[in-house]
């Protein structure tokens, strides 16, 4: 099994950044991959950005150029960097992972809330 715990979150203004952080633990060598989703009030949960083992990276169109994920193997830990926060940007962001062969992100952290101000 894997835990996942996030950190970061907070109030912002428009135009401000945030990093939030995930912190990995337990099965780490069965992780394929890891995601940020984010859930706004009434809105499906999305997909914002992802980083695979290999270090492929995927940004949703909403974020790019504006967020980006890294990691550090070293921490266990895995990072998005959101920058020119938007109002549209508030949600609760949780992390996820995907273990190798499946398709599915199936562990989940406690997620997190971002509120940018406008």
């Known amino acids: 099994q894997v835990q996942l715990v996030e950190s970061g979150g907070g109030l912002v203004q428009a135009g401000g950044s945030l990093r939030l952080s995930c912190a990995a633990s337990g099965s780490i060598f069965s992780i394929a991959a890891m995601g940020w989703y984010r859930q706004a009030p009434g809105k499906q949960r999305e997909l914002v950005a992802s980083?695979?083992?290999?270090?492929?990276?995927y940004y949703a169109d909403s974020v790019k150029g504006r967020f980006t994920i890294s990691r550090d193997n070293a921490k266990n830990t895995v990072y998005l960097q959101m920058n020119s926060l938007k109002p549209e940007d508030t949600a609760v962001y949780s992390c996820a992972s995907r273990p190798f062969g499946r398709s599915v992100y199936d562990n989940w952290g406690q997620g997190t809330q971002v509120t940018v101000s406008s």
């Open positions: 980083i695979t083992a290999g270090g492929s990276r």
